[in-house]
């Protein structure tokens, strides 16, 4: 189950073995056999791949997300201490420091001035 969540999750993202493997640091042969069900990833590489394809671990081992997705849309999001992580993709590509540098200039220029003026009206935004 987990190989074939892997691969359905990479065609999603019309992304390729050859594309992944380096994002993640293993060789496509390597991610061929996770998909095969041949090996099974370390936690450390299904963790990677999982951010990559934007779905998460539990999905690619076959849990139910529902719960998990109904959580996420309940709980805002500040894009600013997302932005800090280290392991940030846009589109299935890891974003480097410089790269989250720029967006975070850009976005404080697009939204400088949409700082709620207090908690309650941070939520209702």
């Known amino acids: 189950m987990l190989g074939q969540r892997l691969r359905e999750a990479r065609e999603a ?8 493997a380096p994002l ?6 390597a991610l061929s056999n996770y998909e095969r069900g041949n090996r099974d990833p370390d936690t450390e590489t ?14 690619l081992l076959g849990g139910k997300t529902t719960g998990a997705t109904e959580l996420k849309e309940k709980r805002p999001k500040d894009l600013k201490k997302t932005l800090e ?10 974003l480097s ?3 989250k540098t720029k967006l975070k200039a850009t976005l404080a220029i697009v939204f400088g001035d949409r700082k709620p003026k207090n908690k309650a009206e941070e939520f209702r935004r």
């Open 13 to 20: 993202k019309k992304l390729k073995q050859v594309d992944v």
């Open 24 to 29: 993640v640091g293993i060789t496509s042969q």
């Open 46 to 59: 299904l963790n990677k791949l999982a951010l990559i394809y934007g779905v998460t671990v539990d999905h």
């Open 85 to 94: 992580q280290s392991d940030v993709v846009f589109d299935g590509v890891p």
């Open 97 to 99: 420091e410089q790269d």
